[in-house]
């Protein structure tokens, strides 16, 4: 006999039963989800339901969830990528002492205060070795075309993974806070 009351994600609602469980971060930026951080759906049962028709609602709603979360990952891969990327990026400048948006010049209207964040981000740059790679990339693709004559640097899905990182890493540490 199952305790229906340590069946994970149900939950009751005045009186009857609900399957809740929370949208993982990853994916809650999905349209489906409607902005909410919980799923919520009721089972149309009473609390005092017999255990197999819960048991089965239950199951219903589960498959239910699991699916939509399965075909969303599987369709939206760039929303996880990009989730992904920017949490990696961040980690990598915790390594370095440094942090989002510090190197950003955003609300600077002072020359003298602009000129001395510009020596900032640049002394980072060159000094902290946390984008040594990644500059180092940026140089010797600059003036190399694609191979297509388009004259274009490569994208940057042909860089390696470790610049590819850096350079996530160089524009959380740019970019402005309001972006």
């Not at 971060?25 to 999905?30: C, D, E, G, I, R």
């Not at 400048?93 to 190197?103: A, S, V, Y």
């Not at 075309?145 to 990182?165: D, E």
């Amino acid at each position: 006999m199952v305790k229906l009351t340590s069946l994970k994600y149900l939950t009751q609602n005045n009186g009857y039963w609900q399957y809740e469980r929370r949208v993982p971060k990853a994916v809650l930026s999905h349209p489906y989800w409607g902005r909410k951080k919980s799923w919520k759906r009721p089972l149309r049962l009473k609390v005092g339901a017999p255990v197999d028709d819960v048991l089965s609602a239950w199951k219903e709603l589960h498959k239910m969830f699991e699916t939509s979360l399965a075909k969303i990952k599987e369709r939206n891969p760039h929303i996880l990528d990009k989730r992904e990327r920017r949490h990696r990026a961040e980690a990598y400048l915790k390594m370095f002492d440094l942090k989002p948006h510090d190197g950003s010049l955003e609300g600077i209207d002072n020359d003298s205060e602009r000129s001395h964040q510009v020596d900032y981000i640049d002394n980072v740059r060159e000094l902290s070795g946390a984008f040594d790679d990644y500059v180092h990339w940026e140089q010797t693709h600059q003036a190399k075309p694609r191979k297509n004559g388009s004259g274009l640097k490569p994208r940057i899905r042909n860089m390696p993974p470790n610049v590819q990182l850096q350079r996530e890493a160089w524009i959380a540490f740019t970019e402005d806070k309001s972006i």
